[in-house]
């Protein structure tokens, strides 16, 4: 079906407008400060930010400052070809002088480690503990660092752009009417004086077509190749994140990604989400047997709870996740994370509150929930 032109068509930004307003949003904020830090994720938009503040730099038309660090959160659970454009681009950067730093999370909080190590079962939307362990808590104290080096505020730049989803744009409107907030040249956010950074999105205005012709397209223009990058996100513009990410219903980047005979070598990744699924099946799990008070005396809602991996799940998992990526051709537990899980197991090490002593979920048991009125209400196991 044909697309119908609208009537404002000629009221939308060419590519060309778009660098226009960057380049601009640059020059006002950025003279602010004497030392900026562009978080790097390794996907379309933030590739797209980091290589066109290079650009910028380099081509003359920002005044640069007195450094420029890139700082990359690497999860240890990106898709691997976005991973190896990543640490290529780092590698360019660095070539050129600035500072690029791979930002890891600590031992006991990587992935695998830590569900499989310390027994946490696979995250999930109600226990989303990834997202903080792999990229908040690492990049908080990398810019910690990076402020008490600088001995004042660091101008953050991020790839953040309006149309990514509804509940981010919701955020960004919200944001641009207090704290500071400023939109038209960027999106900038002013934190207090005591803060590690002030935040700028170069990059807010620019439409998904500016992102693909910039990292498709315009290679020449900048001079690093990006073009795998947007390969990989496709016509479609598949969102992507961790590889078998256990809270989604479908691993939809590897889908794509597989159908390139280049990465065909990718497809036993997809048995990553079943595995999670495994995990968190009551014949793999903890249960707590008695009902536990919380700080303020009431007992807990959640009765009977189950809780982390046992001994021969964690096992399990690591067996499968060895194996996956073996076939794969992928590193996802290097021998150093192997050999701390398996210390851990050692060790005996449970989540706070649990132990081995705690009953395996499947073990039969009266069944006791917590009525209306707060009180324990007891079924005693019929057989």
Not at 44 to 70: H, N, R
Not at 301 to 322: F, S
Not at 351 to 368: C, L, M, V, Y
């Amino acid at each position: 079906m044909r697309n119908q032109i609208s009537l404002f068509e000629s009221e939308r930004h060419e590519l060309k407008d778009s660098i226009a307003t960057s380049l601009a949003s640059l020059r006002e904020y950025g003279q602010r400060y004497r030392h900026w830090c562009v978080a790097y994720s390794g996907g379309k938009d933030s590739t797209a930010t980091v290589t066109f503040v290079a650009w910028a730099i380099q081509s003359g038309q920002v005044a640069p400052p007195e450094s420029l660090t890139v700082l990359y959160a690497d999860t240890r659970m990106e898709l691997p070809p976005l991973q190896q454009s990543a640490m290529a681009l780092l590698n360019r950067l660095s070539a050129d002088g600035y500072n690029a730093r791979v930002v890891l999370p600590e031992m006991d909080s990587r992935f695998y480690v830590y569900m499989l190590g310390y027994g946490v079962p696979p995250s999930s939307n109600r226990f989303r503990w990834c997202t903080p362990k792999l990229k908040v808590e690492p990049m908080y104290s990398a810019l910690a660092g990076l402020r008490e080096s600088a001995g004042e505020k660091l101008l953050m730049l991020t790839g953040v752009r309006m149309g990514e989803s509804a509940a981010r744009d919701a955020r960004i409107a919200l944001s641009c009417s207090k704290d500071s907030g400023e939109c038209g040249q960027g999106w900038f956010q002013v934190a207090t004086d005591a803060s590690m950074a002030d935040t700028l999105a170069p990059l807010l205005h620019w439409r998904l077509c500016h992102v693909y012709d910039w990292l498709y397209f315009e290679q020449e223009r900048h001079g690093y190749g990006t073009s795998g990058v947007a390969t990989v996100y496709g016509d479609d513009d598949v969102r992507t994140g961790c590889v078998g990410c256990p809270l989604t219903s479908r691993d939809t980047s590897i889908e794509r990604i597989i159908r390139n005979p280049d990465w065909a070598h990718l497809t036993p990744l997809l048995e990553l989400k079943p595995l999670y699924r495994e995990l968190k099946k009551p014949a793999w799990r903890k249960r707590k047997l008695q009902p536990e008070q919380r700080q303020d005396g009431q007992w807990s809602t959640n009765v009977q709870r189950m809780g982390p991996l046992t001994m021969e799940g964690r096992a399990m998992g690591l067996e499968t996740v060895l194996d996956i990526q073996d076939w794969a051709g992928v590193d996802l537990i290097n021998p150093e994370e192997e050999a701390r899980i398996r210390e851990m197991w050692a060790l005996d090490m449970w989540p706070r509150k649990w132990s081995a002593e705690d009953a395996d979920a499947t073990e039969p048991h009266d069944a006791i929930s917590l009525s209306a009125d707060g009180r324990i209400v007891r079924q005693a196991l019929m057989v």
